[in-house]
T-cell receptor
Protein backbone atom coordinates (compact mmCIF):
# COMPACT_ATOMS: atom_id res chain seq x y z
CA UNK A 1 0.00 0.00 0.00
CA UNK A 2 0.88 3.67 -0.06
CA UNK A 3 3.49 4.98 2.34
CA UNK A 4 4.31 8.65 2.90
CA UNK A 5 7.51 9.87 4.54
CA UNK A 6 7.84 13.45 5.72
CA UNK A 7 10.96 15.45 6.64
CA UNK A 8 12.01 17.15 8.78
CA UNK A 9 10.04 16.25 11.89
CA UNK A 10 10.81 19.64 13.44
CA UNK A 11 11.78 22.92 11.82
CA UNK A 12 12.73 26.17 13.49
CA UNK A 13 13.07 29.42 11.50
CA UNK A 14 13.29 33.12 12.13
CA UNK A 15 10.37 35.32 11.18
CA UNK A 16 10.71 36.35 7.55
CA UNK A 17 12.73 33.30 6.54
CA UNK A 18 11.46 30.59 4.21
CA UNK A 19 10.49 27.09 5.31
CA UNK A 20 10.49 23.93 3.20
CA UNK A 21 8.94 20.61 4.13
CA UNK A 22 9.45 17.55 1.95
CA UNK A 23 7.45 14.37 1.47
CA UNK A 24 8.01 11.22 -0.54
CA UNK A 25 5.38 8.67 -1.49
CA UNK A 26 5.61 5.08 -2.64
CA UNK A 27 2.55 4.49 -4.86
CA UNK A 28 3.25 5.90 -8.32
CA UNK A 29 -0.50 5.82 -9.03
CA UNK A 30 -1.30 8.35 -6.28
CA UNK A 31 -2.94 11.35 -7.87
CA UNK A 32 -3.78 13.88 -5.17
CA UNK A 33 -1.48 15.53 -2.62
CA UNK A 34 -2.92 17.86 0.04
CA UNK A 35 -1.19 19.70 2.85
CA UNK A 36 -2.90 20.24 6.18
CA UNK A 37 -2.04 22.65 8.98
CA UNK A 38 -2.89 21.77 12.57
CA UNK A 39 -2.55 24.32 15.31
CA UNK A 40 -2.18 23.12 18.88
CA UNK A 41 -5.38 21.47 20.08
CA UNK A 42 -7.22 22.23 16.85
CA UNK A 43 -8.45 20.23 13.90
CA UNK A 44 -6.37 19.79 10.71
CA UNK A 45 -7.25 22.29 8.01
CA UNK A 46 -6.39 22.16 4.32
CA UNK A 47 -3.98 24.89 3.26
CA UNK A 48 -3.07 23.86 -0.27
CA UNK A 49 -3.28 20.82 -2.52
CA UNK A 50 -2.05 19.65 -5.89
CA UNK A 51 -3.15 17.02 -8.36
CA UNK A 52 -0.81 14.74 -10.25
CA UNK A 53 -1.29 16.55 -13.57
CA UNK A 54 0.17 19.78 -12.16
CA UNK A 55 3.81 20.45 -11.26
CA UNK A 56 3.42 23.51 -9.06
CA UNK A 57 0.69 25.49 -7.33
CA UNK A 58 0.96 28.74 -5.41
CA UNK A 59 -1.36 30.58 -3.04
CA UNK A 60 0.07 33.82 -1.68
CA UNK A 61 2.98 32.86 0.62
CA UNK A 62 2.61 29.11 0.25
CA UNK A 63 3.43 26.89 -2.70
CA UNK A 64 3.56 23.19 -3.39
CA UNK A 65 5.73 21.45 -5.98
CA UNK A 66 5.34 17.91 -7.25
CA UNK A 67 7.96 15.71 -8.92
CA UNK A 68 6.14 12.62 -10.15
CA UNK A 69 9.27 10.97 -11.49
CA UNK A 70 11.00 11.13 -8.13
CA UNK A 71 7.70 10.64 -6.24
CA UNK A 72 8.16 13.58 -3.96
CA UNK A 73 6.38 16.82 -3.23
CA UNK A 74 7.26 19.82 -1.11
CA UNK A 75 5.60 22.66 0.76
CA UNK A 76 7.25 26.06 0.58
CA UNK A 77 6.32 28.89 2.93
CA UNK A 78 7.91 32.26 2.25
CA UNK A 79 8.14 35.28 4.57
CA UNK A 80 7.18 33.17 7.56
CA UNK A 81 5.19 34.74 10.39
CA UNK A 82 4.66 33.61 14.00
CA UNK A 83 1.11 32.52 13.13
CA UNK A 84 2.60 29.98 10.72
CA UNK A 85 3.78 28.03 13.78
CA UNK A 86 1.89 24.71 13.72
CA UNK A 87 2.21 21.08 12.72
CA UNK A 88 2.03 20.50 8.97
CA UNK A 89 0.97 17.20 7.45
CA UNK A 90 1.39 16.06 3.89
CA UNK A 91 -0.82 13.33 2.46
CA UNK A 92 -1.19 11.27 -0.68
CA UNK A 93 -4.33 9.72 -2.11
CA UNK A 94 -3.85 6.35 -3.80
CA UNK A 95 -5.71 6.10 -7.09
CA UNK A 96 -7.51 2.96 -5.91
CA UNK A 97 -9.17 4.80 -3.04
CA UNK A 98 -10.24 7.88 -4.90
CA UNK A 99 -9.91 10.91 -2.66
CA UNK A 100 -11.26 9.04 0.34
CA UNK A 101 -8.07 7.28 1.32
CA UNK A 102 -5.64 9.91 2.47
CA UNK A 103 -2.34 8.46 3.67
CA UNK A 104 -0.62 11.02 5.89
CA UNK A 105 2.99 11.71 6.69
CA UNK A 106 4.06 11.85 10.34
CA UNK A 107 4.01 15.65 10.45
CA UNK A 108 6.47 18.54 10.76
CA UNK A 109 6.36 20.85 13.75
CA UNK A 110 7.24 24.33 12.48
CA UNK A 111 8.27 27.02 14.94
CA UNK A 112 8.62 30.60 13.70
CA UNK A 113 10.54 32.82 16.12
CA UNK A 114 9.97 36.59 16.15
CA UNK B 1 -24.11 25.37 9.44
CA UNK B 2 -22.07 23.61 12.12
CA UNK B 3 -19.81 21.62 9.75
CA UNK B 4 -18.50 18.36 11.23
CA UNK B 5 -19.43 17.79 14.87
CA UNK B 6 -17.90 15.12 17.07
CA UNK B 7 -19.07 14.01 20.50
CA UNK B 8 -17.80 13.59 23.10
CA UNK B 9 -14.68 15.80 23.14
CA UNK B 10 -13.04 13.76 25.89
CA UNK B 11 -13.63 10.22 27.13
CA UNK B 12 -11.94 7.85 29.57
CA UNK B 13 -12.73 4.15 29.26
CA UNK B 14 -11.68 1.10 31.16
CA UNK B 15 -10.14 -1.79 29.26
CA UNK B 16 -12.87 -3.99 27.85
CA UNK B 17 -15.59 -1.34 27.83
CA UNK B 18 -17.41 -0.47 24.64
CA UNK B 19 -18.48 2.93 23.40
CA UNK B 20 -19.52 4.85 20.32
CA UNK B 21 -17.88 8.01 19.07
CA UNK B 22 -20.40 10.17 17.29
CA UNK B 23 -19.82 12.16 14.11
CA UNK B 24 -22.41 14.28 12.34
CA UNK B 25 -22.16 16.67 9.42
CA UNK B 26 -24.76 19.09 8.10
CA UNK B 27 -23.13 19.85 4.75
CA UNK B 28 -24.79 16.97 2.85
CA UNK B 29 -21.39 15.44 2.18
CA UNK B 30 -21.42 11.97 0.64
CA UNK B 31 -18.01 10.91 1.90
CA UNK B 32 -17.09 10.48 5.56
CA UNK B 33 -14.09 8.94 7.27
CA UNK B 34 -12.50 8.28 10.65
CA UNK B 35 -8.84 8.84 11.49
CA UNK B 36 -6.81 8.32 14.61
CA UNK B 37 -3.90 10.58 15.47
CA UNK B 38 -1.00 9.34 17.56
CA UNK B 39 2.19 11.26 18.43
CA UNK B 40 4.79 10.97 15.68
CA UNK B 41 2.49 8.98 13.39
CA UNK B 42 0.31 11.52 11.68
CA UNK B 43 -3.29 10.57 10.98
CA UNK B 44 -4.20 7.00 10.08
CA UNK B 45 -7.40 6.05 8.30
CA UNK B 46 -9.64 3.65 10.25
CA UNK B 47 -12.79 3.34 8.15
CA UNK B 48 -14.51 5.38 5.50
CA UNK B 49 -17.88 5.61 3.76
CA UNK B 50 -18.82 6.77 0.27
CA UNK B 51 -22.51 7.07 1.08
CA UNK B 52 -25.34 5.75 3.22
CA UNK B 53 -25.12 1.99 3.54
CA UNK B 54 -21.57 1.75 2.13
CA UNK B 55 -18.44 1.47 4.27
CA UNK B 56 -14.91 0.20 3.74
CA UNK B 57 -11.76 -0.41 5.77
CA UNK B 58 -8.80 1.91 5.98
CA UNK B 59 -5.25 1.31 7.23
CA UNK B 60 -6.05 0.37 10.85
CA UNK B 61 -9.61 -1.05 11.06
CA UNK B 62 -9.10 -3.75 13.70
CA UNK B 63 -11.07 -3.19 16.89
CA UNK B 64 -13.45 -0.69 15.31
CA UNK B 65 -16.83 -0.96 13.63
CA UNK B 66 -18.75 1.58 11.60
CA UNK B 67 -22.12 1.90 9.94
CA UNK B 68 -23.71 4.62 7.83
CA UNK B 69 -27.49 4.56 8.00
CA UNK B 70 -27.91 8.23 7.07
CA UNK B 71 -25.92 10.75 5.06
CA UNK B 72 -25.42 12.92 8.14
CA UNK B 73 -24.08 10.43 10.71
CA UNK B 74 -21.07 8.13 10.79
CA UNK B 75 -20.54 6.63 14.27
CA UNK B 76 -17.39 4.73 15.23
CA UNK B 77 -17.80 1.85 17.66
CA UNK B 78 -15.12 0.42 19.90
CA UNK B 79 -16.26 -3.08 20.78
CA UNK B 80 -13.81 -3.86 23.59
CA UNK B 81 -11.49 -0.95 24.35
CA UNK B 82 -7.76 -1.60 24.72
CA UNK B 83 -4.99 0.76 25.93
CA UNK B 84 -3.59 0.71 22.38
CA UNK B 85 -6.72 2.58 21.29
CA UNK B 86 -5.78 5.59 23.39
CA UNK B 87 -5.61 8.32 20.78
CA UNK B 88 -7.24 11.42 19.33
CA UNK B 89 -9.95 10.51 16.86
CA UNK B 90 -10.96 12.76 13.98
CA UNK B 91 -13.96 12.45 11.73
CA UNK B 92 -13.85 14.06 8.30
CA UNK B 93 -16.29 14.60 5.46
CA UNK B 94 -16.03 15.55 1.82
CA UNK B 95 -18.41 16.57 -0.90
CA UNK B 96 -18.46 14.48 -4.07
CA UNK B 97 -16.61 16.27 -6.81
CA UNK B 98 -14.53 18.18 -4.29
CA UNK B 99 -11.20 17.05 -2.91
CA UNK B 100 -11.10 18.98 0.37
CA UNK B 101 -11.78 16.98 3.54
CA UNK B 102 -13.30 18.91 6.47
CA UNK B 103 -12.37 17.64 9.91
CA UNK B 104 -14.29 17.66 13.16
CA UNK B 105 -12.71 19.03 16.33
CA UNK B 106 -11.61 15.60 17.53
CA UNK B 107 -12.32 13.23 20.42
CA UNK B 108 -9.53 12.54 22.89
CA UNK B 109 -9.94 8.96 24.13
CA UNK B 110 -7.98 7.44 26.98
CA UNK B 111 -8.25 3.72 27.75
CA UNK B 112 -6.95 2.71 31.18
Amino acid sequence: GENVEQHPSTLSVQEGDSAVIKCTYSDSASNYFPWYKQELGKRPQLIIDIRSNVGEKKDQRIAVTLNKTAKHFSLHITETQPEDSAVYFCAASPFSGGYNKLIFGAGTRLAVHP
Amino acid sequence: NAGVTQTPKFQVLKTGQSMTLQCAQDMNHEYMSWYRQDPGMGLRLIHYSVGAGITDQGEVPNGYNVSRSTTEDFPLRLLSAAPSQTSVYFCASRLEGNTEAFFGQGTRLTVV
